[in-house]
Every structure is written in C-alpha cells, then in structure tokens.
C-alpha cells in the first residue's frame, strides 16, 4: 500500500495474520460473531538496550511493578 506523509511517499505493507474461526461468541444486532484464533503465535520483537539523553531504556520488555504490596495510608482520628 503507498501512502504519503507531508510529502514523502513510503510504501506500507501490514503484516498478515492467519485465523482460523472459533465457537459463537455472542450476537449483535441479529447477528453472530464468532471468535478469530491464531493460527499461530505472534513472535516477539528481541528486547534493545538505547540510550537517549544519557538515560538508558529498553525496548520489547514489559515494565515490572516496584511493589505487589497494596500501599497503606496512615489514618488519622478526630478525637486525638
């Protein structure tokens, strides 16, 4: 597909992905919709280590929580 973007040209071409139908997952308005499976998985883009600015970052990972621990606010009473 060739597109354009101020002024420069490129030519696009979208990644196919193959699917197989599924059960019937539900109607709207009046009709099925069923869904779509992968045929198989998608592959994972490797993970690079950059710098921008002087700070290093990564690409392909995902960011990982500080703390799975619900933080605690302190409560504070009136009548003290």
Do not use: A, C
């Amino acid at each position: 597909m060739k597109l354009q973007y101020r002024g420069v040209s490129y030519e696009y071409n979208p990644p196919e992905v193959e699917t197989t139908l599924g059960e019937v997952g539900g109607k709207y308005r009046g009709l099925d919709w069923r869904f779509h499976n992968l045929k198989k998985p998608p592959v994972l883009q490797p993970t690079v280590s950059l710098k921008y600015r002087g700070v290093y970052y990564q690409t392909g990972t995902t960011p990982i929580p500080n703390s799975t621990q619900p933080t605690k606010t302190p409560s504070f009473s009136t009548q003290q």
